[in-house]
């Protein structure tokens, strides 16, 4: 059996949908929101040309920092193309965010 921790692509379709929403839930979970901000106040990227975050899943953590530095580029990268793709669905039309797949181990940056 393959394991859908070490290959989401691979899980069964329900299995990654289940992934997709657990990971959204804990973006919105109060006790993570207070952990990203307390790290969001201390981050600034201002000038330093992008803000990127390697294995970031649906991109839960990282509209928020898309929102909250509105001027810079936020790229957001993970090895998962079905997580990328859902992450792209909830982004929306955010200007400054940029979704990808890649293994974070091999960055093309």
């Known amino acids: 059996m393959i394991d859908p921790f070490q290959n989401v692509a691979a899980a069964p379709p329900g299995m990654i949908d289940m992934f997709v929403e657990i990971l959204e839930k804990r973006g919105r ?3 993570m929101v207070a952990i990203v901000d307390e790290y969001l106040d201390a981050l600034d990227p201002e000038g330093r040309g992008a803000v990127v975050e390697v294995g970031c899943g649906t991109g839960a953590v990282l509209r928020r920092i898309a929102a ?3 001027k810079e580029k936020v790229i957001g990268i993970d090895a998962s193309a079905p997580l990328i793709t859902a992450g792209a669905e909830r982004a929306g039309d955010i200007s400054n965010l940029s979704l990808g797949v890649e293994d974070g181990a091999a960055l093309s940056l």
């Open 68 to 70: 909250r530095f509105p």
């Open 29 to 31: 979970d109060p006790e």
